[in-house]
Each structure stands twice: as structure tokens, then as C-alpha cells.
């Protein structure tokens, strides 16, 4: 479980990271990963959300990719520099790849969009 400072929680937090402008995108085939730097959060920790639409399929499997998901960014919240938002949206090909598969794609798709990042 992600600590709550380090949560997305409103709607309007996920557009501004996936719709405004400064925000970069790097995709894989199991996850896309959008990333936002705001000057306003400089030097507070970073926060992530997830998406995982009905696409990935029912409840119960969309719940399993969450929880993996939020289990493998947790640990890798420690690479995400200050003042940084992201959203990890999840492909409908995430509901069958293993969590090594998912780490493997994370460790791949973070960095990339974490250096398109406007600065």
C-alpha cells in the first residue's frame, strides 16, 4: 500500500497529469506511464495513481492488477525524484503477464518518461 502522501486522489490531479502540458508519456505493452513535474510541488514527495479501465477485464482482476501494480511502483518510489506526479495506466495485456513481466516493463517505462519530463 502506497502511503497517503504519496496517492493521486481527485480526478482533476489525473487530468493535469495526463492532459496538461510539461507532462511526458512513455508506453509499453502491459503499462503506460504518464509523468508531471509541478513547480508548485517542488520538493514534496511524489505521487502516483493508477488506471485500470473495465478493457483489463472484471473486478476481481482489476483489482489483482491494482494491487500488483501499487506493490511494484511502491518499491520503486524511492527512484521517483521530489515534486514528481505520475499515472500508471494499465493495458488490457496486464491482466495475464506475471509481476516479473510487469516489474521488468516498469523498470523499463518509468525512467523513459521520467526523462521527458519538461525541467
Known amino acids: ?4 502522501r504519496h496517492r493521486l486522489r481527485h480526478r482533476a490531479e489525473f487530468a ?3 492532459r496538461g502540458t510539461g507532462g511526458a508519456r512513455a508506453a509499453s505493452r502491459l503499462v503506460v506511464v504518464h509523468a508531471k513535474r509541478t513547480d508548485a510541488r517542488t ?6 495513481g ?11 482482476t482489476r483489482n489483482r492488477v491494482k494491487r500488483r501494480l501499487r506493490a511494484l511502483v511502491a518499491a520503486r ?4 525524484p521530489a515534486g ?4 500508471v495506466r ?3 495485456a496486464c491482466s495475464t503477464a506475471s509481476s516479473a513481466a510487469l516489474g ?3 523498470d523499463r517505462v518509468l525512467p523513459a518518461a521520467l526523462g521527458r519530463v519538461r525541467r
Do not use: C, Q, W, Y
Open 16 to 18: 493535469a497529469v495526463m
Open 50 to 60: 493508477f488506471v485500470v479501465s473495465k478493457k483489463v477485464g472484471t473486478a476481481v
Open 1 to 4: 500500500m502506497l502511503p497517503s
Open 84 to 87: 514528481h506526479d505520475l499515472v
Open 77 to 80: 518510489l524511492s527512484g521517483i
Open 90 to 92: 494499465a493495458n488490457p
Open 104 to 106: 521488468a516493463d516498469l
Open 43 to 48: 520538493g514534496e514527495p511524489p505521487r502516483v
